[in-house]
């Protein structure tokens, strides 16, 4: 399984981006792909999760600004941010996980991961 995330870039604080990431390989081993990131001197953490049925999880901080989406005929989830914060910079990284119980807001849950890409929101 190959995960490409795509997307990040470099915009100032009030603004929007979209985030996607691609999925190769057997589909069950993407039942839930999920975003996480890692801030400069911080350890990774969860930002948003989706299952292949559409239910979706969301960490506090993000919750209302951030969307997270997948389209699965095209292998791909989406994480549209908006209002972006500067505490929004990250190295972002997609994940996927196999079918499994469980609640997928932790790194251990996921199989995947995917090369990060980096969002730098600026005051």
């Known amino acids: 399984v190959q995960l490409q995330a795509s997307g990040g870039g470099l915009l100032q604080a009030g603004g929007s981006l979209r985030l996607s990431c691609a999925a190769s390989?057997?589909?069950?081993?993407?039942?839930?792909m999920g975003w996480f990131r890692r801030a400069p001197g911080k350890e990774r953490e969860f930002v948003a999760a989706?299952?292949?049925?559409?239910?979706?999880w969301y960490t506090d901080s993000v919750r209302g600004r951030f969307t997270i989406s997948r389209d699965n005929a095209k292998n791909t989830v989406y994480l549209q941010m908006n209002s972006l914060k500067p505490e929004d910079t990250a190295v972002y990284y997609c994940?996927?996980?196999?079918?499994?119980?469980?609640?997928?807001?932790?790194?251990?849950?996921?199989?995947?991961w995917g090369q990060g890409t980096q969002v730098t929101v600026s005051s």
């Open positions: 390989g057997p589909t069950d081993s993407y039942y839930v």
């Open positions: 989706i299952s292949w049925s559409g239910n979706t």
């Open positions: 994940a996927a996980a196999r079918l499994r119980v469980g609640v997928p807001r932790t790194d251990l849950y996921y199989d995947y």
